[in-house]
């Protein structure tokens, strides 16, 4: 139940809101995301990005450039025809970077908004998108998270997953680290590192001398 000052604050807000039918399209976005953004500061939720939902250009979303998941044709068809019927029910998540939003989950529904003639004409070239949490900025946090986002849904290439356990060795991530934040059990995390075939991901593991060849006389 709202109280007489919370009722007075929502009328104000009614008639401020009233004036926005009086600017511009792509104006009346920009400052309905910040308005957005003022009301995320001061929310109990504010730790959780889906509290903050902004409309972006397709053109300022870009890919980013490790994801192994993959969508088949069908489903891919099939994600159109949803926005398409439903609209967007999902946010696509991303970071900032040099003024440009990065995909950390969304690709194939940002695809839709950029490509699918329909779906742009009605969203005006905007897709809904939410920001990650600032702290989660590092490569290899946004690696880790677009993977936990996408491990259920899709399916990730042996290859390209490989080379994801391959990156973040390189960055000093330990491998129960790497099971612990991609949600994988310690075998498989030792099968990707097997596939890469590359020495330098085995530099921190201990071997017995059953690995060492023995010279023969």
Same mark, same amino acid.
């Given at each position: 139940?709202?109280?007489?000052?919370?009722?007075?604050?929502?009328?104000?807000?009614?008639?401020?809101?009233?004036?926005?039918?009086?600017?511009?399209?792509?104006?009346?976005?920009?400052?309905?995301?910040?308005?957005?953004?003022?009301?995320?500061?001061?929310?109990?939720?504010?730790?959780?990005?889906?509290?903050?939902?902004?409309?972006?250009?397709?053109?300022?979303?870009?890919?980013?450039? =490790?994801?192994?998941?993959?969508?088949?044709?069908?489903?891919?068809?099939?994600?159109?025809?949803? #926005?398409?019927?439903?609209? =967007?029910? +999902?946010?696509?998540?991303?970071?900032?970077?040099?003024?440009? =939003?990065?995909?950390?989950? &969304?690709?194939?529904?940002?695809?839709?908004?950029?490509?699918?003639?329909?779906?742009?004409? /009605?969203?005006?070239?905007?897709?809904?998108?939410?920001?990650?949490?600032?702290?989660?900025?590092?490569?290899?946090?946004? #690696?880790?998270?677009? #993977?936990?986002?996408?491990?259920?849904? &899709?399916?990730?290439?042996?290859?390209?997953?490989?080379?994801?356990?391959?990156?973040?060795?390189?960055? +000093?991530?330990?491998?129960?680290?790497?099971?612990?934040?991609? &949600?994988?059990?310690?075998?498989?995390?030792?099968?990707?590192?097997?596939?890469?075939?590359?020495?330098?991901?085995?530099?921190? /593991?201990?071997?017995?001398?059953?690995?060492?060849?023995?010279?023969?006389?």
């Amino acid at each position: 139940m709202l109280t007489p000052l919370s009722l007075r604050v929502v009328a104000v807000l009614r008639m401020l809101c009233a004036q926005l039918y009086k600017l511009p399209l792509d104006e009346r976005v920009e400052l309905l995301n910040a308005l957005r953004t003022v009301l995320h500061a001061h929310s109990p939720f504010a730790d959780d990005p889906v509290d903050c939902v902004l409309w972006v250009k397709t053109e300022s979303v870009v890919a980013n450039d =490790y994801n192994p998941n993959t969508v088949a044709p069908p489903e891919m068809r099939l994600l159109e025809h949803s #926005i398409t019927q439903d609209g =967007y029910t +999902q946010p696509i998540v991303s970071y900032v970077e040099d003024e440009t =939003y990065v995909v950390v989950d &969304g690709f194939h529904r940002h695809r839709v908004g950029a490509q699918h003639p329909a779906v742009r004409r /009605r969203l005006h070239g905007y897709v809904p998108i939410t920001i990650i949490n600032q702290d989660r900025t590092d490569r290899g946090d946004r #690696i880790a998270a677009t #993977i936990r986002h996408n491990r259920a849904r &899709g399916k990730h290439q042996v290859a390209a997953m490989s080379e994801i356990v391959q990156e973040l060795t390189r960055r +000093q991530w330990s491998e129960e680290k790497i099971a612990r934040e991609l &949600g994988m059990d310690a075998d498989e995390v030792l099968r990707l590192k097997q596939i890469t075939g590359l020495a330098e991901l085995f530099a921190d /593991r201990e071997f017995s001398d059953a690995w060492e060849g023995t010279r023969q006389e």
